[in-house]
């Protein structure tokens, strides 16, 4: 049991609410992108219709790399990434470090291989446009831009997210202290009682259960978006002279005597199945320096193996293709903080015990939605006095709240049907833009709030029915395919989408009580 003094608990009542008002439809937008992202790979894979499960780490490369570095000029010699694209195909980007306009850039040749070994392109690139959107995952990157950025310009978009995150984190933490019985809250839910306490018992069931994720969420989240944006630079404006690649190089580097006596790269595909022996997965980045020096490293780069949350990362000599050691993330050597700065990405988007916690964060992610939006309502619903003043903002709140599914379903929609035309880059983002504005048209003509909340989520359970249908047929694999190809998230997602389509028609059609009560607290529920 917390107890508070009086006065202490109306201030700390006063500051949950308007932490919640202030920020809460932008929380819960940042929030409900983040819960979809956490699936982002699995979405690729789904709507890009990608079958293949042998990753391109497993197949030979290391004549292909020799002769591609034989026939790429050695000023991009510097370094050599390489990474997975498409249906498990590779691609290969050797270049050199650059500023440009007070901004460090590479610069330099990319290439794509096949599941054959060929290339199949070949194109002089920066990271910009390496690392950029591609047409088959246009929209598992749109769901992870809009969570990261809400695709705003760096480094505002990253700022608002860390504000955001500190909201939260102050939502948190003033939500606990006014839970006067926080272990009895848990399981407190009277069915049978008035509807604003029935309302208050599920979004206190929620918000208590979700406590320690969103301190989590909260706190990892405000770390990603500070941490490039506030902390790099004042870290090299400190120690650094202001030089942020100095910083970088020795900070995240390799130290070592440069030794630049040409001498060919070691044997790749030994390093590549030594790397998966010993992290127990199979690179997600492959990074070489030096190419075709003697002083070369290459590094490469695991998600968290089974049973552990942190990520690995293995050095080799490029030169010999010999183990080094396990590189922490951050300096030369392992340490408490470089342990934290690696567990962060894991802990923010649930990826370190696989399809299980991924699952977990989607339920979480999920009861913080539901405790942002009812919050919202309640805070609304207790203001009836002031309704006329306040009903743009109840509108708003249906709006974002009911719309924003509605329009992540159409940009999906959208992707589906301009992917096979090649076009999906573009109509991605349009596909959301028009589902937002429809969203928009219908709270501004809808006669009232209970008319909005029910056209609002036929729209969205229609949308997702249909989400498999177009996925065939523009072209998709069916579940036969999926499944002897050993690739059984497409028929998951496809089952997902149509449980979660027909679960949302069927709550519209399901028998409730008359009773006279606020619309706010009709949506809520």
């Known amino acids: 049991m917390i107890r508070l003094p009086k006065d202490e608990t109306k201030t700390m009542v006063a500051v949950h609410g308007w932490s919640g008002i202030l920020l809460g439809l932008l929380l819960y937008a940042v929030v409900l992108t983040g819960t979809a992202a956490v ?121 608002l997210t860390g504000i955001v995150g500190l909201s939260m984190l102050i939502a948190a933490v003033s939500g606990l202290l006014i839970h006067r019985h926080l272990f009895k809250d848990i399981f407190t839910l009277r069915r049978n009682a008035n509807p604003v306490l029935v309302n208050r018992d599920k979004h206190s069931v929620a918000g208590t259960w979700s406590l320690p994720f969103a301190f989590i969420l909260a706190f990892t989240g405000s770390f990603f978006s500070f941490f490039g944006t506030v902390g790099v630079p004042i870290v090299a404006m400190a120690a650094f002279g202001g030089n942020q690649q100095v910083l970088q190089e020795t900070v995240f580097g390799n130290p070592g005597k440069p030794d630049p006596r040409p001498t060919g790269i070691g044997n790749f595909d030994r390093i590549s199945s030594d790397a998966i022996a010993r992290a127990g997965t199979v690179p997600t980045f492959v990074a070489i320096e030096n190419f075709g020096r ?63 916690s991924k699952a977990i964060w989607f339920g979480l992610g999920f009861a913080m939605c539901y405790v942002t939006y009812t919050g919202l309502c309640l805070w609304l619903s207790r203001r009836e006095s002031a309704s006329r003043s306040l009903a743009w903002l109840e509108r708003t709140n249906m709006i ?22 090649g076009t999906a880059i573009w109509w991605t983002p349009a596909g959301f833009l028009i ?40 072209g998709g694999p069916g579940w036969s395919t999926a499944i002897a190809a050993h690739q059984p998230i497409i028929v998951t997602l496809d089952i997902a989408f149509i449980v979660a389509g027909a679960w949302t028609l069927a709550e519209l059609w399901k028998p409730r009580p008359v009773v006279h009560r606020p619309m706010t607290l009709q949506a809520a529920e």
């Not at 050199?96 to 060929?118: N, Q, S, V």
């Not at 194109?123 to 990261?148: I, M, Q």
């Not at 329009?407 to 096979?420: E, H, R």
């Not at 989400?467 to 523009?474: D, G, N, Q, V």
Request: proline share 6%.
């Open 39 to 159: 699936f982002a790979d699995e979405i690729g894979i789904w709507s890009a219709g990608h079958v293949s499960t042998q990753s391109s780490f497993e197949r030979p490369l290391g004549d292909t790399l020799r002769k591609l570095g034989a026939e790429t000029p050695a000023k991009y010699h510097e370094g050599v990434d390489l990474y997975e694209i498409g249906d498990h195909d590779l691609g290969i980007f050797f270049h050199r470090h650059e500023m440009d306009k007070g901004e460090i850039i590479a610069r330099g040749i990319y290439y794509t291989l096949g599941k054959d070994g060929r290339v199949t392109d070949r194109r002089p690139a920066t990271d910009e446009e390496v690392y950029g959107t591609r047409n088959d995952n246009a929209l598992s990157a749109f769901l992870v831009e809009t969570h990261v950025r809400l695709h705003l310009p760096n480094p505002w978009g990253l700022l």
């Open 294 to 356: 003697a002083d070369s490293k290459v590094t490469t780069y695991h998600s968290p193996k089974s049973g552990a949350i942190a990520p690995m990362t293995l050095l080799y000599n490029g030169a010999t293709a010999r183990f080094e050691q396990v590189k922490p993330l951050i300096g030369p050597k392992p340490s408490t903080g470089g342990t934290l700065a690696a567990i962060m990405y894991p802990l923010h988007f649930g990826n370190f015990a696989g399809m299980v």
């Open 400 to 421: 974002v709240g009911l719309g924003l599914p509605f329009a992540l379903a159409s940009s999906a929609a959208a992707f589906l049907v301009a992917m096979p035309l």
């Open 435 to 474: 589902g937002t504005a429809t969203t928009i048209l219908a709270g501004c003509l809808a006669p009232n709030t209970a008319w909005l909340s029910r056209a609002l989520r036929i729209g969205t359970g229609v949308m997702m029915l249909l989400l498999p249908l177009l996925r065939l047929l523009s």
